[in-house]
């Protein structure tokens, strides 16, 4: 069974710039949650989703947005990129939401 | 507001010992799932564990064991005969109920056995 999957692995963009991740959760998981993990901050939570309907969301600027497709996949868009969002960007999946959650490699997005 | 402490932010042990990481959490909540999570050096978190706050029972896999004490607010991980694969980053998390998955995790523990 395939587990978690995230495109791209790594990413470099300009400050100013959007971005766009990717999450495939594992088949048959229809919640998908997003986290950014920094060395200052740690892991925070961004938003989950589940059913394509945004469950919860963490505390972060109206830059970082998700949506999930009817699929279960998942995208974050993080626009006007600033120099400290350059993070680990991890996504989990679970068959329900307040599941065991699994996650992904991450996406490690720098910003120069 | 939950909170999550893992005042260990680095442990270095010699293979074959025990270590126990440590975990206390902060919540309003009388019903909530506790969380431990390996992350090695390729980035992805392994789920170790979940733990309704209502099953205070310890809980044992293999070389790994949990000790949920509600009274303390503590979910304490040992590792048993520690291995060089068992270097990693240890995450402790904290999701309140009805909430999905919307963890707070701890600061983690690096853990490092040396052979």
């Known amino acids: 069974k395939a587990g978690v999957t995230q495109t791209p692995r790594y990413l470099i963009k300009t400050r100013g710039q959007q971005v766009t991740l990717s999450c495939s959760p594992i088949s048959g998981h229809r919640s998908v949650s997003w986290y950014q993990q920094t060395p200052g901050q740690g892991l925070q939570f961004l938003f989950e989703y589940f059913s394509e309907t945004q469950r919860n969301k963490g505390n972060f600027p109206g830059r970082f947005s998700g949506r999930q497709f009817s699929n279960s996949r998942s995208e974050m868009n993080v626009s006007t990129l600033e120099l400290g969002d350059s993070a680990l960007y991890l996504c989990?999946?679970?068959?329900?939401?307040?599941?065991?959650?699994?996650f992904g490699q991450g996406t490690r997005l720098t910003v120069v | 507001a939950q909170k999550v402490t893992q005042a260990q932010t680095e442990i270095s042990v010699v293979e074959k010992e025990d270590v126990t990481l440590d975990c206390v959490y902060e919540?309003?909540?009388?019903?909530?799932?506790l969380f431990w999570y390996k992350q090695p050096p390729s980035g992805e978190l392994v789920f170790l564990i979940r733990r309704n706050s209502f099953d205070e029972q310890n809980e044992i896999s293999g070389r790994y064991s949990w000790n949920f004490q509600k009274s303390t607010s503590s979910f304490n991980f040992t590792i048993t005969a520690s291995q060089v694969v068992d270097s990693a980053v240890y995450f402790c998390a904290l999701s309140p109920p009805n909430a999905g998955n919307m963890l707070t995790f701890g600061g983690g523990t690096r853990l490092m056995v040396k052979p």
């Open positions: 989990a999946s679970s068959l329900a939401s307040g599941g065991d959650a699994f």
């Open positions: 919540t309003r909540d009388t019903t909530y799932y």
